[in-house]
Nanobody
Framework: QVQPVASGGGLVQAGGSLRLSCAAS????????VAWFRQGPGQSREFVAA??????VYADSVKGRFTISRDNDGLTVYLQMNSLKSEDTAVYLC??????????????????WGHGTQVTVSS
């Protein structure tokens, strides 16, 4: 089974950019969907973006600002975040599941979770 490992968070000013990485440990992401979720203080886990096979799905709140991608080796999934806003502040988590088409934006549909990485956007 695969274990996702997230990294790349930090402190950035509003309007700035960050790139998060989700590395595969144990095996590659080949055959897996990979998603990014985020969770702010006292909030529930929120879907951000996912790769479903070779398709990409985004939450409306990040469309046009965030881009999810995966390398050809199946080792890493990236989340490029541009035009960051204070409301993007959260712990960002990556998750994986064996590829399926249904409900890529639902946390309970993912089997493997990594520890999160903190993203803080100052206004």
């Amino acid at each position: 089974q695969v274990q996702p490992v997230a990294s790349g968070g930090g402190l950035v000013q509003a309007g700035g950019s960050l790139r998060l990485s989700c590395a595969a440990s144990g095996r590659t992401f080949s055959g897996y969907d990979v998603a990014w979720f985020r969770q702010g203080p006292g909030q529930s886990r929120e879907f951000v973006a996912a790769t479903v096979g070779w398709s990409f799905v985004y939450a409306d709140s990040v469309k046009g600002r965030f881009t999810i991608s995966r390398d050809n080796d199946g080792l890493t999934v990236y989340l490029q975040m541009n035009s960051l806003k204070s409301e993007d502040t959260a712990v960002y988590l990556c998750a994986a599941r064996v590829t399926r088409e249904s409900r890529p934006n639902t946390p309970s549909h993912y089997d493997y979770w990594g520890h999160g990485t903190q993203v803080t956007v100052s206004s």
